[in-house]
């Protein structure tokens, strides 16, 4: 499940800087905040199948390309975090991955209590 979303998140950056389109203008447009799209875009929110789908239409996609894997240097163009480098062992590539989304959710929980500052 988590390797569909990374793709469908890539591909959701992807395809924004394809179409010169920001984050905050999909937001916008679909009825999200930016902070959701950028969490789409890092497979740290899911969305729901019906709302999968009004992405796509968003960006005149059909549903499945976004499940479609780009090569590496499509993504490294889009700044996808996922093409930073190779991985020898795709069960390492999971670890690091899901220790990078723990990072970040304990970042964001920092923020919202105070503890940290928003940047």
Known sequence: MKEKSRVFGNNLRFYL????????QLALRLGYSEQEIWKIMDAR???DNEERKQIAEALNLPLDVLYQAQEDKCYEKAG???CRGEFSDADQKKQIFDLFDIY???QEVLVEEGLKPSH
């Open 17 to 24: 800087e394809q179409r010169q389109m920001q984050p905050k």
């Open 104 to 106: 970040c959710d304990i």
């Open 45 to 47: 929110l899911f969305p």
């Open 80 to 82: 996808c975090f996922e």
